[in-house]
Each structure stands twice: as C-alpha cells, then as structure tokens.
T-cell receptor, first 114, second 112 residues
C-alpha cells in the first residue's frame, strides 16, 4: 500500500510558466515532508522541506504548500527553467523522525520546454 | 567537500552470480543508508546503519542480501546469488546523526 502517492508520472511545462507537482499521503502520522530532485545517472538531491506545523515554505523559485486536512502537498516552481527538468520525489516521515525514516513516492518527471 | 561515492556505477552479471557494491559516505556522517530503486519507483530502504550497527534491516532480504559497515565508515552491500528481479539501482546515502540525507549516484545492476 503506497503511503505517499504521486499520481502524475510526468508533467510538461513551458519555460517561464509555473510547474505544480502534487503529492498525496495516507499516513496521518506523517509530520515532515521533503521534495528531492533527481537528474539521470545521479542520486536524488534535497530541494525543500516542510514541517506539519507550517502550511507553506518558500525557497527562491520553489514553494511547498501543505494541506493537512486533505493530506496533500504540492511543489510550485516559478518561473520554470529548462534546468528544472528532472524527476521529483515527494518523501515523508513520521513521529518526529525528520529526515531519518523516509517514505518516498514514485516520482513525477518534469519536462520544461524552452 | 566530496559527496557520497559509490562503485561500481554500472554492473552487468548473469543470474546466480554474486555481486557487491561499495559506498563511501561523506566524511563525518555516522548514519549510512542503502536503498533499492526499481524502475519507475521511489527509493526503498534496505538497511540503515548508525556507526557500525545495523539499526534497521527489516526490509533486507536476508536469504540473499548481506551488508557490512566495518569501522563505521565504508559499507558493502552484497547479493548472492543474484536473481533477474534484482535488476535495479542501488543507492547509498549518508547523514550526520538523523539529519538530512545525501545520496550517492547509485549503482545500476543488470542481471541477465
């Protein structure tokens, strides 16, 4: 049973527009959420995180929104750039584990078209 | 600062052969993780070490997989014998205590 779901395997966006990647979770004990970015033949790299005590966290062009009642989070990239083309993984952990015990989604492949 | 180093980057073997993967974590990182990533899936934890101790190996298929982390630094993950279904990317990650995980580039295993 997938506890972290990324229902869109792929997404294409024009350069300069907004990219919105979605993630749903089923485990109500999750209290920390992360987004990782992965280029081909490289390992995932940390992008941004959010604790369940917040509903928004922003870092430059990247913003993560958390809707706890809906068990949903989203990553917004504004403006999108061709270098953002990668696979994005949503991950979550529970009960104060922070980055320690992560459950990953299947990933969404973002293609930013010049 | 050097990142997590893994070798080999690619490995092709025939089924029933043994194979080993090596990981060198970031200097000073005492926590080391091995993940399995199947095609189209996210990483799944196989084993987690705190220093030399394996603190979570519940997802490691112990009949054919083994791991060790001697001296609490480098780690080796072994499969013996390999099966067709073991074809995947094996990722190593490290962190300082329970902090942010940093991933290596992975080893892509193909079992023929």
């Amino acid at each position: 049973d997938q506890q972290v779901k990324q229902n869109s395997p792929s997404l294409s966006v024009q350069e300069g527009r907004i990219s919105i990647l979605n993630c749903d979770y089923t485990n109500s004990m999750f209290d920390y959420f992360l987004w990782y970015k992965k280029y081909p033949a490289e390992g995932p790299t940390f992008l941004i995180s959010i604790s369940s005590i917040k509903d928004k966290n922003e870092d430059g062009r990247f913003t993560v929104f958390l809707n706890k009642s809906a068990k949903h989070l989203s990553l917004h990239i504004v403006p999108s750039q061709p270098g953002d083309s990668a696979v994005y993984f949503c991950a979550a952990s529970a009960e104060g584990a922070g980055s320690y015990q992560l459950t990953f989604g299947k990933g969404t492949k973002l293609s930013v078209i010049p | 600062e050097a990142g997590v180093v893994q070798s080999p980057r690619y490995k092709i073997i025939e089924k029933k052969q043994p194979v080993a993967f090596w990981c060198n974590p970031i200097s000073g990182h005492n926590t080391l993780y091995w993940y399995l990533q199947n095609l189209g899936q996210g990483p799944e934890l196989l084993i987690r070490y705190e220093n030399e101790e394996a603190v979570d190996d519940s997802q490691l298929p112990k009949d054919r997989f083994s791991a060790e982390r001697l001296k609490g630094v480098d780690s080796t993950l072994k499969i013996q014998p390999a099966e067709l279904g073991d074809s995947a990317v094996y990722l190593c990650a490290s962190s300082f205590l329970r902090g942010r995980q940093f991933f290596g580039p992975g080893t892509r295993l193909t079992v023929l």
